[in-house]
Every structure is written in structure tokens, then in C-alpha cells.
């Protein structure tokens, strides 16, 4: 088979969970006999926009499409680019999949779907996160409060800023078109009378409501979306999905690069560790208020990963680790994805403290493998992957008093991580030949039933 992966970003250039799923998964497709292409994106301000680079990467043929939303002048244009559509429908029409898995369209376009379907080709979805329903992804307003249920007004604050700047654009595109003095005369009393907060609230809510009914509207164009946790597909069903076209399936993982650690006895001091990327949403602070100061030595937190830029929190991690200094927390940094086995044997327990619903952190799945025990919220993908008590602990979402509790629970009798750590034994993961073999069959269910 023929078969197209569209990713927003994809390796060497990013090393993100679903860059590295959609890696890995082709991978395993041309493994077993299939050719597989995929679109994408990067951003290069140095070169041409819409410039397309093309390589290949371990037998993948990538196409990506340089883009750095330059001249982008509305907000629709943040999430349909008709211009890559045109590349896109150009790409598809020569190399003629024999099917298309969107796997993530940020900074690409979410009309890429439409696309596909208008062209006849069979076409399905892994849906990683919340941004077909929220732009930033995690359904989280600003002051990181879970956005549940949606509401619109919210949306408007979160995008405030960004939308005044599209409607400002949009007004000074206006004033460059009056040149009579007597229409800039008249234009001038008329840009007096610009919408009141209230009525430009209504109008900016409007915009954010027209992306959501569309991005829904085009998600169940689909022949099939695939949920890698339960928790998920019951929120997109509960926001417009079609129960019918959305179905759980976890994601598959190279078993064979992790080797199980089994504990034989657990020393002091305890080694807790994070890794991933750090930024607010991680909830990476209730570790830091949670954990014992430095005074109490039989624990120890490392922190691994690299920050990126986050709205309203540019010194999140630079703060996290000045306040950190109290306690015995490391900041490592940058890890390679090869390093993350090495990097799990080295811990005896994992910290997932997401303040967001995480769908299916690949890391806990990651750490499952290697036998190491995992501490997460009590909602969620996260929740739904870790049975408590069992293969680790939950604590109250959002809560560090809660997690202080778990931590303590495990510093006073650390033989339970024994435990846990055998029950991992059982544990269920995936492996990446068993998805691609659900996903092709799948599509040929699909295609049966045509």
C-alpha cells in the first residue's frame, strides 16, 4: 500500500510525542512491505514562504512545506491556509495514497481533510489532543484553569490580543483603501464609531465559534477517527463528534527499545523524576511545592527536558528553578529521545503531574516498559493508564497537598515500589506492528464497506 502520514511537525527538525509516534509507526508500514510519504511543515524565516523542502529520513519520503504565518491577516487563516491546500491537493493527486492518517494539522490546515474527501481518497484521523476544539490545545484559559465545559467567552480572553490584532490589520487595510481626502474625511468619523468592548466581544466570540462548528463539521468528514483513550473520544463525542466515527485505540510503541528494570531493593534516597517538556501545563510547580526540602535526604527529583516559550509564563522555568533551590531537585536538560530507556532506568518512580486532561502520555507507556512505577493526576488519559494502587498512585488533579501525600506514603515505606514494580510485569503496551495491523485493518473495513 500507498500510504500518506500528515503531521505538523516531523523529525529531525522537532522530537515531539507525535512526531516521534508518526516516525516510529512509518517505520514499522515500510517494515512490513508498505511506502510511506509524509506532508508536512517547518519554519525557516530565512527562506521563501511555502518554500518545500523534501529528504528522506530512514526510507520516508518527507514533502514539508516552509511556513512561518507571515501575511496572515485573519483569524481563519491560523487554522485554514488555502495555499497549502492547493500543495497538499497537488501532492495527493500524484502520489494517489491508498490512504491518508492526518495526525496532527497545526500550522498546516485543517481543510486538508476536506481535501482529501473532495478527491476521493480514503482518509482517517489520531486525534493527540484537544486542538480541533481548542487553538491552544489543552483547554486551558489563561490563568491555567480547565476550560470544561467550552465556553467561547473564554476563548475570546485566551485570544484577545490576537484577534484585536487581526481586526486592527483588517481596519488599517480598510484606511489604505479610502485615498480621497473626502472619503479619509468621512473614514475617519466612521473609525470613531468602531464596535463598543461589548459588541467587539460578540464579534471576536462569533470568530472562535465559526472555527469550532467548522473544524467539527470536517472531523466528521472522516471515515474513521482513532482516540488513544477512552477519556477523549467521550469529550469529542460530547462536542459534536459522530459516536460512530471515533474509536479508542491506544498508540503502539517500539517494545523491543526498552528493557524492563526489575527492582531488587529500593535504597534511599528515593529517585523521582519528570521527563518531558517543561512548561506550565506539565504542572512540573506541584512537584516543586510537594517534594521535601532539602534537610530530608531520602528522596531526590530530577527534571528532565527542555522549556519552550509559553503566553502569560515566559519565566516559568527559570522561576522553577530558582524556587526549586530549597529541595533536592535537578534540572538536567535537553535528552535525545534514544536517551529516554537510559534516562527511566535511572529513576524508581516517574511523576506525570499534568494540570491538563493529558490524553495517553506517551511517557507512562514509556516507563510501564521499562518497569518503572508512575505517580499522575486522577483524571484523564493519565488516570486511565495508571491503575492506582497498582501500577502507581494518583493524586487529587491539580493538587499538591495531594501529591505531597503520595510522596510521603512512598518515602515511609518504600518497599511498596517492590510492588508496583512487579505488577508491571502484567502490564498491556501495545507494540507498533500491532497498530499498524488495527490500522490496516481498519481500512479495509473502510474500503468493504464503500
Known amino acids: 500500500m500507498k500510504i500518506l ?16 509516534y508518526t516516525y516510529n509507526l512509518s517505520k514499522e508500514f515500510i ?13 525557516n524565516p530565512e527562506k521563501p514562504e511555502y518554500f518545500v523542502k523534501e529528504y528522506n529520513l530512514d526510507g520516508i519520503d518527507v514533502y514539508s512545506v516552509n511556513y512561518n504565518y507571515k501575511n496572515v491577516d ?3 487563516k491560523t487554522y485554514n491556509n488555502t495555499t497549502i491546500d492547493g500543495l497538499f491537493e497537488d501532492y495527493i493527486k500524484e502520489f494517489k495514497p491508498d490512504f491518508i492518517q492526518f495526525q496532527h494539522l497545526t500550522s498546516l490546515s485543517v481543510n486538508l481533510i476536506n481535501v482529501a474527501k473532495q478527491n476521493k481518497f480514503t482518509a482517517i484521523a489520531t486525534i493527540p489532543d484537544y486542538w480541533y476544539l481548542c487553538q491552544r490545545g489543552q483547554l486551558l484559559t489563561n490563568d491555567l484553569k480547565v476550560c470544561s465545559p467550552i465556553d467561547f467567552k473564554n476563548c475570546v480572553q485566551c485570544y484577545i490580543h490576537q484577534l484585536r490584532s487581526f481586526e486592527s490589520e483588517r481596519i488599517q487595510k ?16 466612521i ?19 465559526d472555527r469550532f462548528k467548522f473544524i467539527i463539521s470536517t472531523l466528521n468528514q472522516l471515515d474513521l477517527i482513532l482516540a488513544p483513550s477512552n477519556f477523549l473520544r467521550g469529550i469529542y463525542i460530547k462536542y459534536g463528534i459522530d459516536p460512530n466515527k471515533i474509536v479508542h485505540s491506544d498508540y503502539g510503541f517500539e517494545k523491543s527499545r526498552f528493557e524492563f528494570k526489575e527492582f531488587k ?3 534511599y534516597p528515593e529517585k523521582y523524576g519528570f521527563i518531558g517538556t517543561i512548561i506550565p501545563p506539565k504542572g512540573i510547580h506541584l512537584v516543586r511545592y510537594a517534594f521535601p526540602d532539602k534537610s530530608d535526604t531520602r528522596a531526590k527529583f530530577t527534571v528532565h527536558g527542555i522549556s519552550y516559550p509559553y503566553y502569560n509564563y515566559e519565566n516559568y522555568y527559570d522561576d522553577l528553578k530558582k524556587s526549586a533551590k530549597d529541595k533536592n531537585i535537578s534540572f538536567p536538560g535537553e535528552f535525545k529521545n534514544s536517551e529516554v530507556n537510559k534516562l527511566l532506568q535511572e529513576l524508581d518512580i516517574l511523576i506525570v503531574p499534568s494540570i491538563w486532561y493529558e490524553n495517553s502520555p506517551l511517557t507512562i507507556h514509556e516507563a510501564f516498559l521499562s518497569g518503572i512505577p508512575v505517580i499522575t493526576s486522577d483524571t484523564g488519559g493519565m488516570a486511565e493508564l495508571v491503575k492506582d494502587g497498582y501500577s502507581g498512585f494518583h493524586f487529587k488533579f491539580g493538587d499538591s497537598e495531594s501529591l505531597k501525600e503520595v510522596i510521603d506514603k512512598i518515602l515511609d ?11 508491571l510485569k502484567s502490564a498491556t503496551v501495545k507494540d507498533t506492528s500491532e497498530d499498524v495491523s488495527e490500522i490496516l485493518n481498519h481500512i479495509s473495513q473502510i474500503k468493504k464497506g464503500r
Open 5 to 20: 502520514q500528515v503531521v505538523h511537525c516531523f523529525l529531525p527538525l522537532n522530537i515531539g510525542g507525535t512526531e516521534v
Open 31 to 43: 517494515k512490513q512491505g508498505h511506502e510511506v510519504h509524509v506532508f508536512t511543515h517547518h519554519s
Open 74 to 76: 485573519a483569524f481563519e
Open 174 to 189: 480598510l484606511k489604505e483603501k479610502t485615498k480621497f481626502p473626502l472619503l479619509r474625511k468621512i473614514g475617519k468619523k
Open 191 to 209: 473609525f470613531k464609531l468602531l464596535p463598543s468592548s461589548n459588541s467587539e466581544e460578540s464579534k471576536f466570540q462569533k470568530i472562535i465559534e
Open 265 to 267: 531493593k529500593i535504597e
Open 413 to 423: 515505606n518504600p518497599q511498596i515500589l517492590l510492588e508496583l514494580n512487579k505488577n
